[in-house]
């Protein structure tokens, strides 16, 4: 199984990116019944969790990102993503997405003041 991040970039405060997370290697009924999770790993500190979403589609947010991001899923496409704005500089991180014991590679999002 494979985890394909990617939608990082540099943006100003206030603007927005979104991040996807594509599987391969994993078949449909896996993937749609997986929760699956971004986290983020500022530089030096330890990686935390950003939002999660469910096989049933429920999600779940970090209290840092609430009412800001939003996390969904297209099992279809075996890909989820991670809508996030309006940024703000804390917001800066690398992000992964996780479904069990796989992790993506991670993609970095810069958010400049």
């Known amino acids: 199984v494979q985890l394909q991040a990617s939608g990082g970039g540099l943006v100003q405060a206030g603007g927005s990116l979104r991040l996807s997370c594509k599987a391969s290697g994993v078949i449909f009924s896996v993937f749609s019944m997986g929760d699956i999770t971004w986290y983020r790993q500022a530089p030096g500190k330890q990686r935390e969790l950003v939002a999660t979403?469910?096989?049933?589609?429920?999600?779940s947010y970090a209290d840092a990102v609430k009412g800001r991001f939003t996390i969904s899923r297209d099992n279809a496409k075996k890909t989820v993503y991670l809508q996030m704005n309006p940024l703000k500089p804390e917001d800066t991180a690398v992000y992964y997405c996780n479904l069990g014991m796989y992790w993506g590679q991670g993609t970095l999002v810069t958010v400049s003041s």
């Open positions: 979403i469910a096989r049933g589609a429920t999600t």
